[in-house]
């Protein structure tokens, strides 16, 4: 199915139109937005005026005198020092709807004509160490991206940095092989199997045993890193040890992603370790190009731009004075492959703001060295940081990192409270069906909600909360339009044209309208807290809409189709626009 102009679009084109006919040979943006003064307000005819010497009363005279009126504009009038006040026809507006009606799975949202590749780079969690608060937003962030991508027609390729390699690892194994006995603390039997939180919890506990013998024992520290020599070359011992490790990880790390109700494949799983057979040839590279130089032996590249507190150069350190690899030389290696292999043309990583200055140096190590240009671009869509109510970074009452598996069984739990209150005739199964769903969507919503780049309180009475901007607000509208329609007996939606609208009704038409615009615009700017906003808009002109229109009890048979019309399509742009954040629209709660 074509692509449905929006009513804006039309309008635009109308108005642009006008402009050329009242001053022949100008292309001008006619500048149009939504105003509370009419449907549009167009405010270019002032730049416009401005720049051909013109009285921008007159010259907005001028255009309005261009525009035709009746099809799709129904009245347009001069306002202020040359603003454009334009209404549209109740006809245009049901019209445009009942084709995004007809076009079903897409709801008239364009797809991309030659779509480019994208390589997204999120949710890494660590092997050995159960994730916590602080891995929610890559995770949360990520998928949207994914999902706005790939539904604007984008092929995504999903890539999860997993940190499965370096001195933690030969740390572990070597603390194992010295007390073999610790590996069996908890651990299941034949007959008790262990479930993969509680394999994950006795292994974040080794890690921190063994983390603490390393810095209090030197003899310990050197056994531990010549580990990692054996690991690196492959010792058959370390690398099975290791890859229990692995194995074990990411059985945990797939009970949380579904928790959080997130597909993550694992042929999406690339780690550090993925890319060990490139890092010689990385460094080699830059070395040859003159990108990276040696510097007190160690592989360095420098910025004139990033210094430290003594005014000296800080280096990007790609390869250590001992010869070991860092964090740069992994990174620099995946951009080759990303590049070179996937054939990416934009590459984004959904990474903590705090390692801004390390991407930064990375990326322009990369243009540096050719891997990055015009046509192939890398961004890191940095996020900022979770915290508890009292505004300081999210902790336990013990100062401890909260686990993000208790955080999520919390939000299920209250949201099932939430839910069992109002549940009319839903077994227990189907509570806590809902009450996943809605403590999830809770979570996800939160954090979406707000610009990623900002720190936001994790408020969990506030995210389960039937009222403000919150993800329960849109479940809930969408669950009462479910109602609505199963409610109609015989009357079915049917969009009609000729009918007079409400205020409210034209609201809501308007803005369900503008769904393929907002979409593309999260899309291009990797910004779902821009699709979240138009969703809570919509369901806010929904409660504004059923308060004042009668739907079930409207006047005529043609009006109470309308109506149903108008819920039906608000239902399905809720429902496409929640599922591209990753949330669930339950159809009863």
Not at 408 to 424: G, W, Y
Not at 516 to 537: G, M, S, W
């Amino acid at each position: 199915m074509a692509p449905v102009t929006s009513l804006s679009d039309s309008v635009n084109q109308q108005l642009a139109s006008a402009i050329s006919a009242a001053l022949p040979e100008t292309t001008a943006d006619p500048l149009l937005r939504r105003s509370d003064r009419a449907d549009f307000q167009a405010n270019g005819i002032l730049a416009l005026a401005k720049k051909a010497k013109a009285n921008p009363r007159d010259l907005a005279t001028q255009v309005v005198a261009q525009v035709v009126t009746g099809d799709v504009i129904r009245d347009i009038e001069v306002s202020g020092p040359g603003f454009l006040n334009v209404t549209i026809t109740d006809k245009s507006i049901i019209e445009n709807l009942a084709a995004r009606y007809a076009d079903t799975d897409r709801l008239g949202v364009p797809q991309a004509e030659r779509p480019g590749t994208t390589v997204i780079d999120y949710a890494q969690p660590n092997v050995a160490k159960e994730m916590h608060v602080g891995h929610l937003r890559s995770a949360v962030i990520g998928d949207s991206v994914v999902q706005l991508l790939e539904f604007t027609g984008e092929n995504v390729v999903r890539r999860h940095h997993i940190g499965d390699w370096g001195t933690q690892f030969g740390m572990l194994i070597q603390y194992l092989d010295e007390h073999p006995h610790e590996l069996d603390h908890k651990a299941g039997t034949e007959d008790t199997a262990v479930s993969g939180e509680e394999a994950m919890s006795n292994l974040d506990r080794l890690y921190k045993a063994a983390r603490k013998l390393f810095d209090s024992d030197e003899e310990f520290k050197t056994r531990a890193r010549r580990r990692v020599v054996d690991l690196q070359a492959g010792d058959p011992h370390t690398l099975a040890m290791w890859q229990k490790f692995v194995d074990e990880s990411k059985i945990y790390f797939f009970s949380v992603f579904e928790k959080l109700d997130m597909e993550v494949r694992d042929a999406d799983i690339v780690g550090e370790s993925g890319y060990n057979d490139m890092l010689a040839e990385t460094c080699r590279l830059l070395e040859e190009s003159g990108v990276a130089v040696r510097s007190e032996g160690a592989l360095c590249v420098f910025f004139d731009d990033i210094k430290g507190p003594d005014g000296k150069p800080v280096p990007l350190i790609v390869q250590k004075s001992d010869g070991g690899y860092g964090y740069a030389a992994t990174d620099l290696s995946a951009i080759r492959d990303r590049v070179f292999n996937l054939k990416a043309n934009s590459l984004i990583y959904v990474v903590d703001a705090r390692q801004s200055l390390h991407f930064k140096m990375v990326f322009e190590t990369a243009r540096r060295a050719g891997w990055l240009n015009d046509d192939v671009k890398a961004y890191q869509l940095a996020f900022g940081t979770v915290l508890g109510k009292d505004g300081k970074p999210f902790k336990t009452r013990e100062g401890e990192t909260v686990r993000l598996v208790d955080l999520l069984d919390e939000a299920i739990d209250r949201a099932s409270a939430v839910v069992r209150e109002k549940a009319q005739d839903l077994s227990e199964e189907e509570i806590a069906e809902r009450g996943a769903q809605v403590g999830i969507g809770a979570v996800k919503y939160a954090d979406l909600s707000t610009s990623a780049n900002r720190d936001y309180k994790f408020d969990l009475d506030q995210m389960v909360s039937l009222n403000g901007d919150t993800s329960v607000y849109l479940q809930y509208a969408y669950a009462r339009i479910q109602s609505i329609l199963r409610k109609a007996g015989e009357s079915r939606p049917q969009a009609h044209p000729e009918l007079d609208l409400h205020e409210a009704e034209r609201a809501l038409g308007l803005h369900v309208d503008a769904f393929a615009e907002t979409v593309a615009e999260a899309a291009t700017e990797y910004a779902p807290h821009k699709l979240a906003a138009y969703l809570y808009q919509l369901a806010s002109l929904y409660t504004s809409f059923y308060d004042k229109c009668p739907v079930l009890k409207a006047e005529t048979p043609a009006h109470i189709e309308n109506r149903l019309f108008l819920c039906d399509i608000t239902a399905r742009t809720l429902h496409q626009g929640m599922a591209l954040l990753g949330i669930r629209t339950p159809e009863r709660l």
